[in-house]
């Protein structure tokens, strides 16, 4: 089971940019997934969250109206589309999934069972 992100990059303030997260080992088309972020110095904090259909998300204050999570079961990926990057965006990004069939949204990263290996957003002013 195996979660791989990717999409992450340098950018300047204002810019955008997608992250996809693709599983692999097994689908996880029942399952709810996450975005969390680290920055420097600082604890892993949530991000965004969206249920197994598509159909619930939830984001982190500081991200709402700017980012967009969405998945493709069929393809079994996650993205995260970030628009207006701000420098305080700058962080590693990590995709993560909870177990089968919980397939409610979450914002807190005990529920979340598996994790990849986290991808890195630099934003520049």
């Known amino acids: 089971v195996q979660l791989q992100a990717s999409g992450g990059g340098l950018v300047q303030a204002g810019d955008s940019l997608r992250l996809s997260c693709a599983a692999s080992g097994r689908t996880f088309s029942t399952s709810a997934m996450g975005w969390f972020r680290q920055a420097p110095g600082k604890e892993r904090e949530f991000v965004a969250t969206i249920s197994w259909s598509g159909g619930r998300k939830s984001y982190a204050d500081s991200v709402k109206g700017r980012f967009t999570i969405s998945r493709d079961n069929a393809k079994n990926t996650v993205y995260l589309q970030m628009n207006s990057l701000k420098p305080e965006d700058t962080a590693v990004y990590y995709c993560?999934?909870?177990?089968?069939?919980?397939?409610?949204?979450?914002?807190?990263?005990?529920?979340?069972?598996?994790w990849g290996q986290g991808t890195q957003v630099t934003v520049s002013s």
């Open positions: 993560a999934a909870r177990q089968p069939n919980r397939s409610t949204i979450a914002t807190t990263e005990t529920l979340y069972t598996y």
